[in-house]
């Protein structure tokens, strides 16, 4: 091998090696960006509000198997039947098949499972139709029919500006005027919880979805909508003095009763907004006026425990739409999706694991990780 030979050799080998790091490099880099992509979005690093952030406050003690928020709940079975008056607005079946197959779940407005009836003004309604061409709609409805702020940041701003201060055991009076004045729609949140009567029964409450959906009908035009459950029941409200009173579990144990003698009904009631109206905007309302239509009724059958399953399993996921109804740009909305599905994983991981044990009707002495 003459010299000439001998440096062309070295030259196209020295050459192949700079390749072949390269692409090993590039292959690396491409390794990095996807695993940091991975942790970022999953909120393991950086300093940004994620979806995982709603739910980091959940105790090392929290009971195995149960929902983060609105963890005491019932399941329930029914039906609901379309009245055919929502069809000309959405291509959705469910609007006008005459039954639907119901599973939902009644919620009281905490974390802790075990919460007496009396914590919590707030009271739920959680919902899953699934028509006859197997499109699912699931919702989730709470008696408040306003979200406190404009976003999901705020609501977790309004948290840590009502911690009580350590010196004073209250909310600090600075960080609170701070918080309202980033977020004023937050006052109007406040003054309804001073004021809003509490309710006696899980019966007689109109539930109600705080964020804007849009139905789509057979053109592809589309129409801004909110709905609620408003009962056939009447409401009642509960006063002070009867709920210091009142037994643990009230609510649920009334609700069952009441399943006994005879079904209960909540009609879903559609409004209509029109040009102006802010349908990104989950903090403000629409004036009263606005035209509504009752797309059908709900009936509810049967209550059962939540340990046997069912409900227990369902991720109520509301931006879980069939065809014919889609999400607005409510910031809130699209927020909701990843911390139900945080909380969905987390207990789902904690059953699949053999964590869970009064969640799924499993007494603590038969699961040897709880003993």
């Known amino acids: 091998m003459n010299q000439n030979i001998m440096k062309k050799y070295f030259f196209l080998a020295d050459s192949k090696k700079r390749k072949t790091g390269l692409r090993l490099a590039g292959i690396a880099l491409i390794a990095f960006v996807l695993v940091s992509a991975f942790a970022w979005s999953a909120g393991l690093i950086g300093q940004r509000n994620t979806t995982r952030t709603f739910l980091e406050n959940t105790p090392e003690s929290f009971p195995a198997g ?44 905490t974390g802790n499972p075990h919460a007496p009836d009396n914590s919590s003004r707030t009271v739920s309604m959680a919902l899953m139709l699934t028509s006859a061409d197997g499109e699912q709609w699931r919702m989730k409805l709470n008696n408040k029919p306003f979200f406190a702020t404009r976003d999901a940041v705020g609501f977790l701003k309004q948290i840590e500006a009502f911690k009580p201060d350590s010196a004073t055991g209250k909310p600090n009076p600075e960080k609170v005027a701070a918080f309202l004045k980033e977020y004023p729609e937050a006052k109007k949140s406040m003054e309804y919880d001073a004021k809003a009567p509490w309710t006696k029964s899980f019966a007689g409450s109109e539930y109600y979805v705080i964020n804007a959906f849009l139905l789509i009908d057979s053109s592809g035009k589309e129409h801004p909508v909110r709905w609620s459950m408003r009962p056939h029941a009447p409401f009642v409200s509960m006063s002070a003095e009867e709920r210091k009173k009142a037994a643990p579990n009230y609510l649920f144990d009334e609700l069952k009763k009441r399943l006994e003698k005879a079904p209960l009904y909540w009609d879903l009631v559609l409004t209509i907004a029109e040009p102006g109206d802010p349908v990104n905007n989950p903090s403000q309302q629409w004036p009263a006026n606005r035209k509504q239509i009752i797309a059908g009724t709900l009936e509810v059958n049967r209550v059962f425990d939540q340990a046997e399953g069912g409900c227990r399993d369902i991720n109520f996921d509301p931006t879980l739409v069939p065809k014919g109804i889609a999400l607005s740009d409510d910031p809130v909305l699209a927020a909701r999706a990843g911390i139900y599905s945080h909380s969905y994983n987390d207990r789902v991981r904690e059953i699949g694991y053999g964590k869970a044990t009064d969640a799924v009707g499993k007494p603590k002495k038969d699961n040897s990780q709880n003993k």
């Open 66 to 109: 149960y929902r983060r928020a609105h963890g005491k709940g019932i399941c329930f079975e029914g039906t609901f039947h379309a009245s055919g008056n929502a069809a000309s607005l959405s291509v959705a079946q469910v609007f006008e098949q005459k039954d639907v197959p119901a599973v939902g779940r009644f919620s009281l407005g």
